[in-house]
Every structure is written in structure tokens, then in C-alpha cells.
């Protein structure tokens, strides 16, 4: 029976029926495939993904050591939650707790327990200081006898989407501070302005999305101390560190944003950031005891033992906290010290390699998150977006996105460096901006339709902001219109 499906001795994966058909879509199929099948079939369409390397948009980590791989691979199938039956994934949680806060400076003592709880990132740790913040506002308007219906947060425009996740999912008022041309951080002086009775925080960002710029927490600190001393509020500040919070202590350590400040009851930072651990990890550090409402803890009976939990999720997996606890006794302060110089001085080379091309103006600072953001000086010919996507050809997942209101007609291109981003690959990508501009700066199409464009709506005689801006809401359209088509995002 030579040929016969049903001889699978006889067939390799690519000659048998599973790979004639198409993958089901939408229903479960109703019958059952060989592993070997299964596996190569979604092995190859995942080939089709970009290469996480290459993808220089995330500031998640890509690469681990193998040895920390296989710890990861051995405690893939542990609950974090059972506690009682993992007693030493507890324990190891708690020792990244009072590591992480140590690193910032939270007032213990030399063996004392501090307080804070792993999360799957640093929005499940927003959400949670956000909440901490909200109780401990009502609980003090409820005492005083005045409304606590209409708590507000003052932010940036800069900050990350999870914020206004937190805003409307806990009807929390967004109070944001808008940015201005060259200035794309929040402004310590305008957010105090806006800070009111009814303030459950203001959050500063360390380490912008943007730009990776770091706010100024110390001058918000002392601008925010002035005011309460003067209306007898007693408004505090969140941290969010999600990209700067292991970049600070090791490059910056004179730099005063955390705990040293008194007003810092909170900070948040990404494990699966310049953590240094696959995706899947953050951590929320309080100040003290008296920052977190006891009764947002809640306690289980569950599984043999009384459990303390204060997070959104229930399950969750083990293996990233014993990832990050691996990085922390694997580096120590050294290796993550060497690592961010790395990463700092890698990005002041990409940097320097775009100056010398005279295309350029480098938005993000010296200080702060080792990235490079940069715009276009002349948006008459190409503009940041078919930069981007002419990159993607190349291997490169470059990001190209306008800023937030009120600078919203700056585009810029951003190059997020990480550990695993060397010189080499630094030298490469300038090598491949080039040869983009050079195809895009001869392309016979792209420039008889941008004449076309200019001579058909008059750009000739607008002003480079002006063109940025037309051409800019041009391609925001396109990319609009593009998604549409592709259906299901």
C-alpha cells in the first residue's frame, strides 16, 4: 500500500494530507493531527514574524544566558499562586522585593521586609500604585467629611497608554500636562499648577517612551512640598521607571528620583525591561507599610495556608521571577553596571553615525534611556514613515510615530538600544539608513509624484512646518487606510 495515508512510516511531514490544507481560522478542526504536523506547521508560519533582535521598536528583553533558559524551561509549569506548594518561588519573589528596593533607596533597615509584589509588567504595577493611591485619598476626603467621588492624576502627555487605562477602567480624571516643541517631557512647574484637593498623585516618568528622557522628580518634588506646605495637601508622587528604573542606579546614582525623595511613595519598574528578562515581568516597590491600604490586601485560605495578595491576576506563571532573581545574583551591581555602559555607549555611536550623515536632528538627550530618536531635517523629498518602512526590508523594525499634543507635527524615528544591540549591529543600521536614503533620494516614482503633490496643493510655497505637517497627516492617512484593508488587527 505504497502511498496510503494512513502508512505514516512511509511520509515525511511535507508529504503527507496536513500540509494540503489550510490551518483552521476560526473552528476548532474536528479531528486530530500527528505532533510532528502540528509542530512544523506553525513553526513555518511563524517564521514569517520579524526577528526579535532586529525589532529595535521594543525595549523588551530578546536574549537570555542558556543557563538562565533553562530555569526558565524547568519552572514553566509552576503556579506562582500556589505558594504554599512553591514556597521557594515565594521566597525567591520576596528576595527581588527587597533587592529592587534597596536599589532605590526605600528608608529600611538592613533586614528589614520591604513592601511590593511582582506583576506581569509594569501596567498590572501601575494599576496597583494607581489604586493604592485612589483608597488612601477617599479614605482621607471620607474623614474630613468632604466629596471623594471625583479623584484626578496629573501626568504628561508623554505618558504610556497603561495610564489611561488606569484613568478610565478606575474613573480617575487624566489630568494632562502637554508637551511643546522641544520640550517632551512634563513640566515639573505646569503640573504642580494643575495639582488640586482632589490630586491622588502626580506621576513623573523616568525614562520617557518618547525620547528617554527622565523628568525632573526632584523638582517636582520640591515645587510639590511648597504647595502642600502652603494649601496643607498632602499630594505624593509616583515614579514610573518602567524603562529607567534599572538604567538610574547603575549610570546615574547622584540623581535624586526615588526614594530619597519624600513625597515618592511609589515606584514602578520592568523586569522585562533593562531588567534584563523575557517579557512577562514587573515590579511595584511602597515606600512603607502605611503607602499601601491594608484593606486591598486580600487574604486566602487556599490550597492549605493563608495567603497575602494584592495584584489583578490570580494564576500566573513562576518562571520569570526566577529569571529575574537569576539576573540579580548572576550580575550583581557590576554586571548590570557594565551592561547600561554598554548599552549607552553603543547608542551614542548609532548616534554619532546619524549626525555625520547631516540628515538628521537627534531628539532624545545625552542622559537617560540608551535610545536615539532622530527626525528629518528636510521633509520636502521623504519624510520618517518610508524611512521606517523601507528599513523593514533590510531585516530592521524601526518605528517611526508623531509625538503627542501639542507636538504632535514632530515625527521621529526611534532605535531603542538594548544588551543584545552591539557596535556592529550599531555600524550596520547606520550603513542601511544610508542606503535608504540614497534609494529613496532616487527614486524616479517617488519624486515625480511628490512634484505632482507640491504642484497640485502649492507646497512650494509653504513653510518646512507646514510641509512636515501635510505630508505627515498624508501618510497617517495611508497607514489608516492600510489597516482597514488588512481586517482583523
Not at 503527507?16 to 513553526?43: C, D, G, H, W
Not at 527626525?375 to 519624510?383: A, F, G, I, T, V
Not at 499634543?405 to 539608513?433: C, G, K, M, N, W
Request: proline fraction near 4%.
Amino acid at each position: 500500500m505504497i502511498g496510503s495515508d494512513s502508512d505514516v512510516s512511509l511520509h515525511s511531514t511535507f508529504a503527507s494530507r496536513y500540509v494540503r490544507t489550510s490551518l483552521p481560522r476560526f473552528k476548532m478542526a474536528e479531528n486530530s493531527i500527528p505532533k510532528e504536523a502540528a509542530f512544523q506547521i506553525i513553526n513555518d508560519e511563524l517564521m514569517l514574524d520579524g526577528n526579535p533582535r532586529l525589532n529595535l521598536a521594543s525595549f523588551v528583553t530578546t536574549w537570555m544566558e542558556p543557563e538562565c533558559d533553562k530555569l526558565i524551561m524547568a519552572s514553566v509549569n509552576k503556579n506562582y499562586v500556589d505558594m504554599d506548594e512553591y514556597p521557594v518561588t515565594t521566597e525567591l519573589q520576596n528576595r527581588c522585593v527587597n533587592m529592587i528596593a534597596h536599589l532605590f533607596n526605600a528608608p529600611l533597615g538592613e533586614s528589614e521586609i520591604a513592601v511590593g509584589v511582582g506583576t506581569v509588567g509594569s501596567s498590572e504595577a501601575i494599576m496597583l500604585a494607581g489604586l493604592a493611591f485612589k483608597r488612601k485619598w477617599q479614605n482621607k476626603m471620607r474623614a474630613l467629611g468632604k466629596p471623594w467621588d471625583k479623584p484626578n492624576i496629573v501626568t504628561g502627555a508623554n505618558v504610556q497608554v497603561c495610564w489611561e487605562k488606569f484613568a478610565r477602567y478606575f474613573e480617575v480624571e487624566l489630568k494632562e500636562v502637554k508637551l511643546s516643541e522641544g520640550y517632551y517631557v512634563m513640566d515639573p512647574e505646569k503640573a504642580v499648577e494643575m495639582v488640586d484637593e482632589n490630586t491622588i498623585c502626580v506621576a513623573a516618568i523616568l525614562g520617557s517612551t518618547l525620547n528617554g528622557e527622565f523628568e525632573d522628580v526632584k523638582r517636582l518634588n520640591d515645587l510639590l512640598l511648597e504647595k502642600n506646605a502652603t494649601t496643607g495637601w498632602d499630594t505624593p508622587i509616583h515614579v514610573d521607571a518602567a524603562s529607567g528604573g534599572f538604567i538610574a542606579p547603575f549610570l546615574y546614582s547622584e540623581l535624586e528620583w526615588d526614594f530619597r525623595l519624600p513625597l515618592v511613595k511609589s515606584i514602578n519598574v520592568s523586569g522585562h525591561k533593562y531588567g534584563l528578562v523575557y517579557a512577562g515581568i514587573g515590579w511595584v516597590i511602597w515606600r512603607s507599610k502605611e503607602d499601601l491600604p491594608e484593606e486591598l490586601i486580600f487574604h486566602i485560605n487556599y490550597l492549605g495556608s493563608d495567603q497575602p495578595t494584592f495584584t489583578l491576576n490570580f494564576s500566573k506563571g513562576s518562571s520569570q521571577i526566577i529569571a529575574q532573581y537569576y539576573q540579580l545574583i548572576r550580575l550583581g551591581f557590576e554586571g548590570y553596571k557594565n551592561i547600561m555602559q554598554n548599552c549607552q555607549e553603543n547608542a551614542m555611536v548609532l548616534k554619532e553615525g546619524l549626525e555625520k550623515t547631516e540628515r538628521f536632528n537627534i531628539v532624545s538627550k545625552d542622559n537617560g534611556v540608551p535610545l536615539v530618536a532622530f527626525s528629518l531635517k528636510d521633509h520636502s523629498q521623504h519624510n520618517e514613515f518610508e524611512i521606517s518602512d523601507m528599513l523593514r526590508r533590510y531585516g530592521w523594525v524601526v518605528p517611526a510615530y508623531t509625538m503627542p499634543p501639542d507636538a504632535q507635527h514632530i515625527t521621529v524615528l526611534r532605535v531603542v538600544i538594548r544588551e543584545d544591540f552591539s557596535r556592529t549591529l550599531a555600524e550596520r543600521l547606520v550603513i542601511d539608513i544610508v542606503k535608504v536614503l540614497h534609494e529613496l533620494d532616487t527614486m524616479p516614482a517617488k519624486v515625480n509624484a511628490k512634484i505632482e503633490i507640491c504642484e497640485e496643493k502649492g507646497i512650494e510655497n509653504k513653510t518646512e512646518l507646514e510641509v512636515q505637517r501635510k505630508f505627515t497627516d498624508a501618510w497617517r492617512k495611508f497607514v489608516a487606510n492600510k489597516k482597514k484593508t488588512n481586517g482583523v488587527c
